[in-house]
């Protein structure tokens, strides 16, 4: 029960399709019943599961819930797993992307403030996806995986290799006790980002953390939602939700 969140204020549209595959490109659309915008800010949400399980229905729910109440225009998609590869799973996250993207003015979105985030391997996806040219206003890595996948066809294997000055800004976000990404691996990557990228370059290590830590409710990632909202403000303009833009914070 502490994995699922439901909010009465806001609505769910499930199961938009944003791609061929029958079950791997589907997506549900957060929206608020009480707040509609035509310049809504977009969260596009990829799940984590080391490239090979998970779903939508797991991580972020808080998150999305809350940023929804709040205005925005929240994204969750799942991405091929089985019988796939890491660059078709890498094609996915571009398009729920692209798709965002066309389709947020229906639901009061604007196509210009479009912020893509993920959970772990989700985090990995966002990361390359974003920094190998989808376009967007901000990535956020929760407990991410950010090292190299193996895979031999062309094409980018880790973000550690697309990093280029024109980045858009992160905030990495990493619990200091998590076993399965450690913590200087990805504080590594956002100091190396930090040395190339001309845009913010955000590092957030929580004491006493492990992994996952987007699955439950807690004072926690309260705390971390309102540091994401906080992020999307100072880097895309949305100091009130859909209000004008901002100027860009100082490197962190």
Excluded: K
Aim: hydrophobic share 40%.
């Amino acid at each position: 029960m502490p994995i699922l969140a439901w909010r009465p204020d806001v609505r769910r549209i499930r199961n938009r399709r944003y791609g061929p595959a029958r079950r791997g490109n589907r997506l549900d659309v957060y929206l608020s019943r009480r707040r509609r915008r035509t310049d809504a800010p977009v969260l596009v949400y990829l799940h984590g599961g080391a490239f090979r399980m998970g779903s939508r229905m797991l991580g972020a729910h808080a998150l999305l819930y809350r940023l929804a109440a709040q205005g925005w225009v929240c994204v969750s998609a799942d991405y091929r797993l089985s019988r796939t590869g890491y660059h078709d799973q890498l094609a996915d996250a571009r398009a729920a992307v692209a798709w965002a993207r066309t389709n947020a003015p229906g639901f009061g979105g604007s196509p210009d403030t479009i912020f893509v985030a993920g959970g772990s391997s989700g985090a990995y996806l966002a990361a390359t996806a974003a920094l190998s040219g989808t376009p967007v206003r901000g990535v956020i890595g929760l407990y991410g995986y950010y090292g190299d996948v193996g895979d031999r066809r062309p094409g980018p294997t880790s973000p550690q290799h697309c990093i280029n000055p024109d980045a858009p800004p992160f905030l990495i976000i990493h619990g200091s006790l998590d076993t399965l990404v450690l913590a200087e691996d990805a504080r590594g990557f956002a100091a190396r980002l930090r040395t190339v990228s001309r845009q913010p370059v955000v590092y957030a290590e929580l004491p006493g953390t492990g992994h996952n830590f987007d699955f439950f409710h807690s004072l926690r990632f309260h705390a971390v939602t309102d540091a994401i909202a906080r992020f999307a403000s100072l880097t895309g303009g949305t100091n009130r939700v859909g209000g004008s833009r901002s100027a860009r914070s100082p490197r962190s």
